[in-house]
């Protein structure tokens, strides 16, 4: 968290300034509109560049669908 501090020193200080909803004030820029707004940026660019580089971008099925259960079981599959 950008807004915490742990002891007196530091290796960056900045002064920002700016709306609290973008800059998120006393909590950092994650806490404002600016941390989502990049990191949505971050996220369409890497899409990008993954359909570019290969021609699509799709979801890798085993990722999403997570481990299956063991089998013999004995908890019946929900849904």
Do not use: C, N, Y
């Not at 820029?29 to 707004?37: D, M, V």
């Not at 990722?63 to 019946?76: D, M, N, V």
Request: hydrophobic fraction near 40%; proline fraction near 11%.
């Amino acid at each position: 968290m950008s807004g915490l501090r742990i002891g007196g020193a530091s290796f960056l200080t900045l002064d920002q300034g700016g709306p609290d909803l973008w800059t998120g004030g006393p909590f950092g820029p994650e806490g404002g509109l600016l941390g989502p707004a990049a990191m949505a940026a971050g996220i369409l660019l890497t899409a990008l560049w993954v359909r570019l580089r290969r021609g699509e971008v799709a979801v890798h099925t085993p990722i999403a669908e997570g481990p299956k259960p063991a089998r013999g079981s004995s908890h019946p599959p929900e849904g």
